[in-house]
């Protein structure tokens, strides 16, 4: 069991929060994910190490409140435990690149930041694009500018920032001379396949972090499996980091939407009496 330390909530359908989970924490690098179970009975869910801190043992979830077991998450309080929480998974994400553009979308930024954070510790150029529906849904913004020598914000609606698709700015920046050794892209799978469709013309590698249904995280199971390259890959022990370029994106979205039916009545099934107490 890990006891959360800190939650917060940072959009109305989005939560952080801080657990205490030292050994998780000790090993911990950008890129990589812990599973976890709300309780004994609950299913397991993988979500990204959106920070750690190794002094403290402290490691940052944050998540989306899109189910049943996000719902089941988000109603537990500071002081509170989670029955399991496993990792770190995954392979670290590859931060060697001298100058990058990281495309966060939604809470794709999430992940995102920590992957940001480390190149700019590493002292490479930092240019940073984050997408969202509208500015009441906005994340991170802070962090991400405190580490993107380059910052640019866009909404579909234009209610912040600028109006587009972060592919817009993406182009923009690149039609204007930046040339990057490496654009990585994390957010919604359809946002994913259309920044990889954007820098092909330019051939600059494309990077995205893939996040399929997944039970155990060790490659056993194999409900994580993708076509990368014609090839079959998992993204739990794979990735979840792959070449852009050669993700059957096509398969990857019939495939993500399989239980959609399915988590959507047990999201239903939860009392609302208990959606209000967690408001």
Do not use: W
């Amino acid at each position: 069991m890990v006891q959360i330390m800190r939650k917060q909530a940072l959009n109305p359908t989005v939560t952080l929060m801080e657990v205490y989970a030292p050994l998780v924490a000790k090993k911990a690098q950008p890129g990589q994910f812990i599973i976890l179970r709300v309780d004994v009975e609950g299913e397991r869910i993988p979500l990204t190490v959106a920070d750690y801190d190794r002094q403290k043992g402290l490691v940052t979830i944050i998540f989306q409140i899109v189910g049943a077991t996000t719902e089941k998450l988000n109603r537990l309080k500071t002081g509170d435990y989670i029955a399991d929480f496993a990792g770190p998974l995954g392979q670290p994400s590859d931060c060697s690149a001298k100058k990058v553009a990281i495309v966060g979308g939604g809470v794709g930024c999430a992940i995102a930041l920590p992957v940001a954070k480390r190149f700019h510790e590493l002292g490479a150029a930092v240019h940073g694009i984050t997408g969202f529906r509208s500015r009441d849904l906005v994340i991170l913004e802070n962090e991400f500018r405190a580490v993107a020598g380059t910052f640019v914000m866009m909404t579909d609606d234009g209610s912040y920032g600028t109006k587009g698709l972060v592919t817009d700015a993406l182009k923009k920046l690149i039609d204007a001379g930046e040339k990057y050794d490496e654009v990585i892209a994390i957010g919604p799978l359809v946002m994913m396949k259309f920044v990889c469709a954007a820098t092909k013309p330019y051939n600059i590698k494309t990077t995205v972090s893939m996040n399929p249904i997944m039970i155990d995280g060790t490659g056993m199971c194999g409900c994580c499996r993708l076509t990368v390259g014609g090839k079959t890959r998992f993204a739990c022990v794979d990735g979840p980091d792959f070449d852009g370029h050669q993700v059957d994106f096509a398969e990857a979205l019939s495939r993500g939407s399989i239980y959609k039916p399915f988590e959507s009545k047990a999201h239903r099934g939860v009392c609302n009496l208990l959606k209000q107490e967690a408001k």
